[in-house]
C-alpha cells in the first residue's frame, strides 16, 4: 500500500490518543484495586488487542501474567464473516488465575463469546472481560462486557491494534476507516 492510499484510509480520528491513555489509566487503577493479592493473567486477543494491552498491563500496579489466544472473524473483510477460527490457544492453566480477557472491539460478539466459552470451562478463579470499544448496536449475540473503556456507533474503525487487511494497527488513535475506497 503506498502513502497516499494508506492516508486516503483514514477518514477521520474517533477517540484521540490523549483519550484513550486517560480511560486506560482509570481501568488500570480500577483492576489494580479489584485483584490487589490475587493472581491475575490478562489475555489478550490476537492481533487487534496486543497494543492495548500493552498499555493496560502498564496501568496495572499489581502483579499480573499475561497469556495469548488468536481468534478471527473478518478475513480481510470490514464485516464479519459469522465463523469464528481459534488459530491459536492459550498455554496456561486457568484454573490458578482470575483472567481477565482484554479485548479490542466488541461487535458481533461470536468471536469473544467463542474465547470466553472457552476459558469458562477451564475454571478459572473468575472470568472478567475489558473492552476497549464496545459496538453494541452490531451484537448478535448476548454478551456484555465487564468493563468498556468506550461505546462507539456502528462504524468501522482503525487504529490502536485495529486493522483493515494488517494495515493501521500502529495509528495511535481509534479512526473511521473511509470504506468508499473499497
Keep these: 500500500m503506498n502513502i497516499n492510499d494508506y492516508n486516503a484510509g483514514i477518514r477521520r480520528i474517533v477517540i484521540s490518543e490523549e483519550e484513550i491513555r486517560s480511560a486506560i489509566t482509570k481501568a488500570g487503577a ?22 492495548f494491552l500493552a498499555d493496560l498491563a502498564r496501568a496495572i500496579s499489581i502483579p499480573c501474567e499475561i497469556g495469548f489466544m488468536e481468534a478471527k472473524s473478518y478475513f480481510a473483510d470490514t464485516k464479519s ?21 482484554v479485548e479490542d472491539i466488541i461487535d458481533t460478539g461470536r468471536t469473544l463469546k467463542e474465547i470466553a466459552k472457552i476459558i469458562s470451562s477451564r475454571k478459572p478463579l ?47 488513535y481509534i479512526a473511521e476507516f473511509n470504506e468508499s475506497l473499497l
Design 30 to 51: 480500577m483492576i489494580s484495586e479489584k485483584y490487589k493479592g490475587e493472581p491475575v493473567l490478562l489475555v489478550s486477543v490476537l492481533k487487534g488487542a496486543f497494543i
Design 81 to 101: 464473516s459469522g465463523s469464528v477460527a481459534i488459530t491459536m490457544d492459550l498455554k496456561h492453566d486457568v484454573s490458578k488465575y482470575h483472567v481477565i480477557i
Design 126 to 172: 473468575s472470568l472478567e472481560i475489558v473492552t476497549l470499544l464496545d459496538k453494541p448496536s452490531r451484537r448478535v449475540v448476548e454478551l456484555n462486557a465487564d468493563y468498556s473503556l468506550f461505546t462507539i456507533p456502528d462504524l468501522f474503525v482503525i487504529g490502536y491494534g485495529l486493522d483493515f487487511d494488517e494495515y493501521y494497527r500502529n495509528l495511535p
